[in-house]
Antibody, heavy 119, light 107 residues
């Protein structure tokens, strides 16, 4: 069964970069589907941030386009989120997710990781 | 971006009650609409996709419908395990956008 798990620092200082890893087991990320990052803010608003496809192409939310980068390490079956110049407004729970088995829909999610931006 | 207006923001209902949550899309999105349930401390779970299709393993008391650009999630008989936050998601065009969420509690 496919599983996704996020990892990374839980605290980031303002103006620095946020970096998270999503480790995937049970499926090879280069075999198919899209691999997304989604975040949930305090107060429950959800935002799709972007994805990297199985072919390596990326698609980002225009609201983040100047700050976001999604990359991958195919040898480790991992993909990564980097968000630059963070502010306190980037404090959120970050999820990695995939449309595995359900093209166009986020069917599989990691457990989420809380990232707090604070000095 | 396509805006998804979800209502109500919160609701309290009794066991076995029928519950309906709605999402209004800011433009035509066809059947490109999904519903998710999120329980505390858990990640969102896909309930409905394509506006009306039930995801694998989801109880049949959940159903989805569409009328124009308004979409509804119905829980036919509320069960003790159903409280949580429910979200709609449009998958018609990027950036994919979520509704604001509905917090469902047991009365």
């Amino acid at each position: 069964e496919i599983q996704l798990q996020e990892s990374g620092p839980g605290l980031v200082k303002p103006s620095q970069s946020l970096s998270l890893t999503c480790s995937v087991t049970g499926y090879t990320i280069t075999s198919g589907y899209d691999w997304s990052w989604i975040r949930k803010f305090p107060g429950n608003k959800m935002e799709w941030m972007g994805y990297i496809s199985y072919s390596g192409s990326t698609n980002y939310n225009p609201s983040l386009k100047s700050r976001i980068s999604i990359t991958r390490d195919t040898s480790k079956n991992q993909f990564f989120l980097q968000l630059n110049s963070v502010t306190t407004e980037d404090t959120a729970t970050y999820y990695c997710a995939s449309n595995y088995g359900y093209p166009n829909w986020f069917a599989y999610w990691g457990q989420g990781t809380l990232v707090t931006v604070s000095s | 971006d396509i805006q998804m207006t979800q209502s109500p923001a919160s609701l309290s209902a009794s066991l076995e009650e029928i519950v309906t949550i709605t999402c209004q899309a800011s433009q035509d999105i066809g059947n490109w609409l999904a519903w998710y349930q999120q329980k505390p401390g858990k990640s969102p779970q896909l309930l409905i996709y394509g506006a009306t299709s039930l995801a694998d393993g989801v109880p049949s008391r959940f159903s989805g419908s569409r009328s124009g650009t308004q979409y509804s999630l119905k829980i036919s008989r509320l069960q003790v395990e159903d409280p949580g936050i429910y979200y709609c998601l449009q998958g018609y065009s990027a950036p994919w956008t979520f509704g604001g969420g509905t917090k469902l509690e047991l009365k």
